[in-house]
């Protein structure tokens, strides 16, 4: 499986968890959200189609 999501960047993010990634369709994560890489992704997990 092969997805492409497009997401933004944000002042908060520092993405220095040392086990998780995670994309948020929210447009506002606060300090603590050390393993956000992207924010207002254009899908969730919902979203994606299992193929």
């Known amino acids: 499986m092969e997805w492409t999501i497009l997401a933004r960047g944000h002042p908060n993010i520092t993405a220095r968890h040392p086990t998780t990634l995670m994309l948020t369709t929210e447009r506002q994560i606060g300090p ?16 994606l189609d299992p193929g």
């Open 32 to 47: 603590r959200a050390d393993c956000v890489i992207g924010v207002a992704a254009e899908t969730g997990a919902a979203g």
